[in-house]
């Protein structure tokens, strides 16, 4: 597929580039990059893969502690970093997490004893304590790094100007500092990053979103093949895209290897090793700020409350099971990119679904109803949105799709914990700009009521 395009055009040239099938997730045969290191044959194998050294960078977080867990689960040597702003995010917001998570060296301790294996934890802020982060990348001499420490919520990112500039000084910051680091260690260590689907934006261009390059043919005829333009749709969502460039500059300059991600929606709480133990459990966000669309409406449905769906319900939105996540982790860092490859770019989705669609599906399973709301974003009504994922699922992912029985594990983490949730949380507290906010100023927290467990029964 290959798509005209004039230079003078270039800076909106992304909004021409979502595409047109609302359920399409587009996976083949085909081998889709030739950049990817097959690593399964080297010495050393634990579980079919090469052992490594991992640093989990964010690990304390909702995708980064089941994937620590998962790549020490796989034989993979694992320290987790964490400065544990996401808790102190928890205080600012007077929200804490559903499920009742312990401090990060309660969590290793657990695991430890659980598994017999050991995780690491250093208490480092990525953005700002530079010197330290190099001296650790030479202390542990790590074969990858993965970077989940970023402010990973587009309400959030949007709440007031100190959302907004904290979320650029930190991500920004922590990407440059990371392949800084990289740099003056002078170690060979791969990247990998978990970016987000939204850097493509969401819009109707009539194409499937390829895996982060895009066929162009430039002006005089000349084809190419670029870096898919952005399109971001927040200032969370605007940093992953300042990363994207981050990314192709420091492979380009100082031959980096990096893998960046860009993931769907996730849903999900727990994966089989944070089930292990009570101590281990995920953390899970419901509120309107860090709830996830999926695990929002589950948790509504199973305290009796009706799905707030926001507009008309037709933004169509790709997804992904916590479970995928930390397995599409492992997969990227089994398959790094060759020193002097281009920066590797996975779409990593299991499939897209329209939101109205999703909550019909958990009204129709638990009986609630679906309750329209003014949309607190400055986004599309209705969006398509086709996807191609080859990558992961060329490299052995099959993917787990939303299904009713992977629901009953969130719906039965939310009635055992009920008791932690605040239905004043429930409502957008976040607004895109003044007349979103004015849109949605009828909306009233106090109004959530929860049905006791004898009316939702």
């Not at 740099?183 to 987000?196: A, C, F, K, M, R």
């Not at 981050?246 to 727990?270: A, C, M, P, S």
């Not at 004043?424 to 929860?450: G, H, M, T, V, Y």
Request: hydrophobic share 35%; net charge negative.
């Amino acid at each position: 597929m290959k798509f005209t395009l004039l230079l003078t055009i270039l800076p909106s040239f992304a909004v021409s580039f979502t595409s047109p099938a609302s359920f399409g997730v587009k996976a083949n045969n085909a081998v889709t990059s030739s950049s990817v290191v097959l690593n399964a044959e080297a010495n050393g194998e634990v579980n079919g893969s090469a052992h490594k050294k991992v640093i989990v960078l964010g690990g304390d977080g909702f995708c980064g502690w089941p994937t620590s867990l998962h790549l020490s689960d796989q034989g993979h040597d694992v320290v987790i970093v964490d400065n544990l702003s996401r808790r102190n995010i928890d205080n600012e917001l007077g929200c804490d997490s559903l499920t009742p998570i312990k401090s990060p060296e309660a969590r290793c301790k657990a695991w430890k004893e659980v598994s017999g294996k050991d995780i690491k934890f250093v208490n480092l802020d990525v953005a700002k304590d530079y010197d330290r982060l190099v001296e650790l990348i030479k202390d542990e001499k790590p074969d990858s790094i993965v970077h989940f420490a970023e402010q990973r919520a587009a309400p959030y990112s949007m709440k007031s100007s100190k959302g907004k500039r904290y979320t650029v000084d930190n991500n920004v910051s922590g990407a440059n500092n990371l392949c800084c680091a990289v740099v003056d260690s002078d170690l060979d260590v791969h990247i990998v990053h978990l970016g987000t689907m939204g850097v493509y934006g969401y819009g109707t261009s009539g194409g499937e979103i390829p895996e982060g390059y895009i066929d162009v043919i430039l002006p005089g005829g000349r084809e190419s093949n670029i870096l898919h333009p952005a399109y971001p749709g927040s200032i969370y969502h605007a940093t992953k895209c300042l990363d994207a460039l981050l990314w192709q500059f420091y492979q380009k300059n100082d031959q980096l290897r990096i893998t960046d991600l860009h993931q769907g929606i996730v849903w999900g709480t727990n994966t089989p090793q944070t089930s292990k133990d009570e101590r281990l459990i995920n953390r899970f966000d419901y509120d309107g700020d860090y709830g996830t669309v999926l695990n929002r409406f589950l948790m509504q449905a199973s305290m009796g409350v009706p799905l707030t769906v926001y507009g008309t319900g037709g933004q169509t939105r790709a997804f992904i099971h916590i479970t995928d996540t930390a397995r599409c982790i492992e997969i990227a860092v089994n398959n790094p990119p060759a020193k002097g490859e281009r920066v590797e770019i996975f779409n990593q989705v299991a499939e897209t679904r329209r939101v109205r669609d999703v909550a019909n599906l958990v009204a129709d399973m638990t009986g609630v109803d679906v309750n329209f709301i003014p949309n607190p974003r400055q986004e599309a009504a209705e969006n398509e949105l086709e996807v191609a994922n080859n990558k992961f699922c060329n490299l052995g992912l099959d993917p787990i799709t939303l299904d009713t029985g992977l629901f009953d594990e969130v719906t039965t983490i939310v009635k055992k914990y009920k008791e932690r949730c605040d239905p004043e949380k429930i409502l957008p507290a976040s607004f895109w700009n003044k007349k979103r906010a004015e849109e949605c100023a009828s909306l009233d927290p106090s109004s959530i009521k929860f049905k006791s467990e004898k009316e939702t029964a």
